[in-house]
């Protein structure tokens, strides 16, 4: 029985919603998995004594998330095998490569990766509750429910093989960059605009969830900074549905993860 370890970043849920299922998988089977939610700072200690490494991250703006890559970055150079897996809405873009580069330069050995397409945390603002749009977007966790029921025994199969896979730079993300370009440049126009509403209890839950710690509580007012990879956790989980992009998201649905219904 080998003894994992399973570090993942994830912002609304999906990417967490998938590495739960690959530990609760991988445990009912009789393996140990220590998984850590990588967060500003988190570091990673004692990593010579996992027998394999399995990263999950989500896609943002063709991109793997800074903080993911931070941690990454951190990692002690030392040769491990990793299985690595992706949740996107479409496009992975240089996600994975570039998480690849960096755990290739420090040794690590790439022995799989598999990339699912789930509902787009982001598009999903864009519709209403049980519209037909909303029922659209969520579309993807059946379709593809499968790619994760059979995930955990792909990374088993993976980890026993002990192969190298290689990924490759996509030659098609400066055209996706340049396409998408003014709506990535909107995304950051919207950082400042993050507020809680008047349905806020201050109960604190946004200030434990933010990746980044860019949110506090001071004389009764949450108070967003600027230090935001617009992973969305605090809009889609805060339990009041409180936290509001300007005046774009009150009626917007919000994607808690006991809504993901895989
Ligand atoms: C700010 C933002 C940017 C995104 N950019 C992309 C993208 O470039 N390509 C893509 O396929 N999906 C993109 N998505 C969709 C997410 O990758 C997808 O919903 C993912 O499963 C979210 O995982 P999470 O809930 O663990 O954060 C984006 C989502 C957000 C919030
Ligand atoms: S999670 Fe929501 S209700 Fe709780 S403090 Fe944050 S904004 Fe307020
Ligand atoms: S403030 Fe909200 S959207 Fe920004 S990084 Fe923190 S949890 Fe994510």
């Excluded at 370890?5 to 912002?11: A, K």
């Excluded at 991988?26 to 027998?51: Q, W």
């Excluded at 991250?57 to 991109?63: A, E, F, G, M």
């Excluded at 519209?131 to 199969?157: A, C, D, G, S, V």
């Amino acid at each position: 029985m080998a003894d994992f370890l399973l570090l993942y970043y994830s912002g609304a849920g999906n990417t967490q919603y998938v590495a739960g299922y690959i530990k609760r998988t991988l445990e009912e089977k009789g393996h140990t998995v220590t998984s850590i939610f990588a967060k500003r700072n988190t570091c990673i200690r004692n990593i010579e004594e996992y027998d394999g490494i399995i990263i999950g991250s989500p896609v943002y703006t063709y991109r793997a998330p800074p903080t993911l890559l931070e941690v990454i970055k951190g990692l002690p150079q030392i040769e491990k095998p990793i299985y690595l897996f992706f949740t996107k809405g479409l496009i992975l873009g240089n996600s994975a490569y570039e998480v690849f580069k960096i755990l290739k330069l420090k040794g690590y050995k790439i022995i799989g990766f598999s990339d699912i397409i789930m509902a787009d945390t982001l598009f999903l603002l864009t519709s209403y509750e049980n519209t037909l749009l909303y029922k659209f977007y969520l579309l993807p966790n059946k379709i593809f429910k499968r790619k994760i029921t059979k995930l955990p025994e792909k990374i088993l199969t993976a980890f026993d093989k002990n192969t190298e896979v290689q990924l490759r730079k996509k030659i098609y993300v400066p055209l996706t960059n340049f396409i998408a370009r003014k709506f990535w440049n909107q995304t950051k126009k919207w950082i400042p605009k993050f507020h809680a509403d008047e349905k806020c209890t201050l109960c604190g839950a946004c200030v434990e969830l933010c990746p980044r710690f860019n949110i506090k509580i001071e004389d009764n007012n949450v108070i967003f900074g600027n230090d935001c990879e617009f992973c969305l956790r605090c809009l889609h989980r805060c339990p009041e549905e409180a936290i509001q992009i300007d005046n774009l998201t009150q009626k917007a649905p919000r994607y808690k993860p006991n809504r993901i219904n895989v």
